[in-house]
């Protein structure tokens, strides 16, 4: 891992993309993640993206074409055509998403999940609900508001059920971060970590 450039790249140049993945990216670039993604690409996005990576020695894929869910109406906005960056530490692991397909970029829903690295029981509550994430801020609300900053911090969504495992995790990461800013002299991590904090859930 190279310091100098993670430090170079986390530091406002990633400021080009739109949907908040910087983080999800920064965790692949220290080891903390095994994948991440990026949506509505566009052509200064992908450049910025495929230097990041050539920079950090990690994998990309981009892909085009997104579809709705079956009986969810997306809409015809033109960012839903446009192109999803797949980017991991691990360029194996793009073999989860080439041995599946479906309409999250060609890819199926489970596959991106499992290509990220999210719980099987995310995966499946993702699966098998047309709004998760409005299902499962309203648990969070109901059954633990006082953990749902740390579930900023995990990157996927929780199925309710799993809410205490998720709030761990996001726990767990925190310290990550702390530590990583501890061993490299960096303020990287607790930047995040309260950029997510102050953010909205998901």
């Known amino acids: 891992m190279n310091l100098q450039k993670i430090e170079d790249w986390f530091d406002g140049k990633l400021d080009v993309l739109s949907d908040g993945s910087e ?4 965790l692949v670039a220290i080891g903390e993640k095994p994948a991440a993604l ?9 450049k910025t993206l495929r230097e ?5 020695d990690l994998a ?8 709705s869910k079956p009986g969810v109406t997306v809409g015809k906005r033109p960012e839903h055509d446009q192109r999803c960056a797949f980017i991991t530490n691990d360029e194996s692991r793009m073999e989860i998403l080439e041995n599946s397909s ?3 970029y060609g890819f199926s829903d489970e596959a991106v999940g499992r290509f990220l690295g999210f719980p099987d029981s995310a995966i499946e509550f993702f699966e098998e609900n047309e709004q998760p994430g409005m299902v499962s801020k309203k648990a969070v609300m109901e059954k633990d508001p006082d953990g ?15 809410l ?13 971060l702390e530590s990583f800013d501890r061993e490299n002299n960096s303020s990287l991590g607790e930047e995040f970590i309260q950029r997510r904090f ?3 859930l998901y």
């Open 23 to 26: 983080y999800p990216i920064f």
């Open 102 to 104: 479906g309409r999250f």
């Open 148 to 162: 749902k900053k740390f579930l900023a911090l995990t990157t996927f969504i929780p199925a309710p059920e799993s």
């Open 52 to 56: 990041l990576c050539s920079e950090l």
């Open 198 to 200: 102050e953010g909205s």
């Open 38 to 46: 990026t949506m509505n690409v566009d052509d200064r996005q992908e």
């Open 60 to 67: 990309i894929k981009v892909s085009e074409g997104r579809v």
């Open 164 to 176: 205490k495992e998720a709030v761990e995790i996001g726990k767990r990461r925190k310290d990550e």
